[in-house]
Each structure stands twice: as structure tokens, then as C-alpha cells.
């Protein structure tokens, strides 16, 4: 699908929306606004996490993935794999990616906008809900991955 003037307008309207849900939030931030982008950071409860948001004006979608500060180790991967799906399978919105390969895991949200109009209410949810979740599993996924948690404390962890 080729992007249209209209595209383009309601991700400009939706990136000023987003920065403007920062600044009310008094965050810190940087703006590469020829990409659409803002990367930030918050502190959460042991960990700094790294935040990136994006708007796609092309496919109507706003992101933002939070990307853990390590890598699964490729001899944990497979026990991982199935801790993810554990973790996905327990939450309504969001997800968490993880790609075998390279051991990369973040937490990612999209909210398609076709059309639409995002209020600031829904960008700072999005915002906060990334934070709770890396905050939440980051460091039961460490453990799992360190060998001092099992897959069914994990499991019990998601689910309760």
C-alpha cells in the first residue's frame, strides 16, 4: 500500500500526540521526528529500560518495544522459548518478541490508529504498560535463563 498525504498527516497528528503525552508525563526523550521515533528510558524497580516508539504511517501503526538488557544465551533458548510463550499467553495486550537466533527478547506493543484518533490516555497506557511488563518478567526471565528458577515457577509466576 503507498502512503498518501493523509497517511503522513495522521502520523505527524499521532507523533505530537505521543510527544505531547511525554512532556505531560515530564519524561525525558529524544525525537528523530524525520523517522517518526522517540527513544527514552525509564527506571524501574532493579533495571533502567530502554523504550523506543514509533509511528508507521505507512501501516497506520504506532509501536513501542522495550528490548531487555541482555541476551538468552543459546543453550537456554529452547527452555526460554517456552518461557515467552507462557509470558504471552498470560497478558492481554502486548507481547513479548524473541528471536532464537540472537537470543534478543523485548517486550513489544502495536496500536493500529487507521483513521482514528489516539488520545494521550492510550499513548501513556501504552507507555506504562511496556515499563510494567519488562519490569514484571525481566527478571524471571534472567533467573529461568541462570538456572535459579524452573520453568513451573515461571509458569506459576505468569499465571498468578
Partial sequence: MAMDKSMEMEGKALYKTLCSTLDKMQWKYNKEEDELVIRTMA???????RLLMKIDAERQVMYLKSPMPFSIREEVRDLLG??????????????F???????????KMVVPYMQSIISEQ??????????????????????LAEGRMSLAEFEKFANS
Fill in 43 to 49: 527506571v524501574g524497580d532493579d533495571l533502567s529500560m
Fill in 82 to 95: 517456552k518461557a515467552v510463550l507462557i509470558a504471552n499467553y498470560s497478558m492481554l495486550t502486548g507481547s
Fill in 97 to 107: 518478541e524473541y528471536d532464537y537466533n540472537d537470543g534478543y527478547l523485548a517486550f
Fill in 122 to 143: 492510550v499513548c501513556k497506557y501504552m507507555i506504562l504498560l511496556s515499563c510494567n511488563m519488562t519490569d514484571k518478567f525481566n527478571d524471571k526471565f534472567q533467573a
